[in-house]
């Protein structure tokens, strides 16, 4: 496909951008091939803009926040890569935070902090963006973006419509939003939150980080729990019973620290980690009957 036209546009507008990138080092997993183009837009309305010329020329499209719920092909992404964590506006009124999708997870549950509102103590340390962690409906020790959440502006990929999704329509489930079902792209978010403590949510923020820094292997690249939780069982553990810690194909393994944890040990492909998540998956299912179902997100062309 020929993205001349795209690239002078993008130009025009002064949009930052660079051809043939390598996207590993945009996401936490530190694999993936080359997307034919990423591109960096720095506020809501210049992402609209870049939107706007993709759609204009039939680029295909995907959007990344921090990259840290996803692994990408080997292979690249044969369109546009939009990275969104340059979105970063946010602003304190009240007991609302209205937040750009880039705005860093952990960053925003600090702002809260410093604004004494409580509500986001969960979210202090998922790694991701404001953005991602609607996409995903994020969530720890109890909380997740659906108990916070008021409305979320996006940008439709197909239709070119800037709009507003509110309250139940975000049709949040565990680990799921509307959005995982459509072509929108989140812009901005208004979350509500309630006026607490400072102490106390520094407090409760501190433990969550503590336990977090226990029981996760941190120090290799991942991509967080790679399964969704399981309907009556917990998958990291049935996965340890099964024999699995340690496994590896390639570069990538079992984390003998936390079996949901497939990590990267050192130069692993997308291909591994895939190999290893179709051991894994059939092993259990061989030896207990559970089926369990990837959390992370597969990007290829
Ligand atoms: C060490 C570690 C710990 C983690 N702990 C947790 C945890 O406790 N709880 C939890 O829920 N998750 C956890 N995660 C996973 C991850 O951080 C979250 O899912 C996070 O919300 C993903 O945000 P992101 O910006 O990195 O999204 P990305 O990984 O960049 O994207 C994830 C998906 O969302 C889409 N997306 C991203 N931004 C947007 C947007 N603005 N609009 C539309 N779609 C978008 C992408 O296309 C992709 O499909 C962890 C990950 C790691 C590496």
């Not at 139940?168 to 792209?185: G, I, N």
């Not at 403590?197 to 941190?218: V, Y």
């Not at 967080?224 to 393994?253: C, M, P, W, Y």
Request: proline share 3%.
């Amino acid at each position: 496909m020929d993205y001349t036209c795209a690239l002078t546009r993008l130009t025009d507008a002064k949009i930052e951008y660079s051809e043939n990138t390598p996207l590993a080092p945009f996401t936490s997993f530190r694999i993936g091939g080359a997307a034919r183009i990423a591109v960096f837009p720095k506020s809501c309305d210049e992402a609209a803009v870049v939107f706007d010329i993709l759609r204009g020329e039939s680029v295909p499209t995907v959007v990344l926040g921090n990259g840290t719920n996803v692994l990408v092909s080997d292979d690249g992404y044969n369109g546009a890569a939009v990275i969104l964590s340059g979105l970063r506006s946010c602003t304190v009124s009240g007991e609302t935070i209205t937040a750009d999708a880039g705005v860093p997870l952990t960053g925003l549950a600090l702002t809260a902090a410093k604004h004494s509102l409580t509500g986001l103590e969960f979210a202090y340390g998922i790694p991701g963006t404001l953005g991602g962690a609607i996409y995903m409906n994020a969530g720890a020790y109890g909380g997740d973006m659906s108990q916070v959440t008021v409305s979320s502006r996006y940008y439709d990929l197909e239709s070119g419509e800037v709009g507003v999704i509110t309250g139940e329509a975000h049709e949040f489930a565990y680990r799921h939003s509307v959005y995982m079902d459509s072509s929108k792209v989140i812009l901005s978010v208004t979350l509500q939150l309630a006026l607490g403590e400072r102490s106390e949510i520094e407090a409760k923020m501190n433990d969550f980080m503590s336990r977090r820094r226990e029981k996760q292997p941190l120090e290799y690249p991942s991509a967080g729990s790679t399964f969704k939780r399981g309907n009556g069982f917990i998958t990291s553990q049935v996965i340890d019973e099964v024999g699995l810690k340690g496994r590896s194909v390639g570069g990538a393994e079992v984390s003998e620290k936390h079996a949901g944890f497939v990590i990267n040990k050192g130069g692993a492909t997308a291909k591994d980690v895939l190999s290893l998540i179709d051991i894994i998956k059939s092993e259990v299912k061989q030896k207990t009957g559970y089926d369990i179902e990837c959390e992370i997100r597969y990007i290829e062309s």
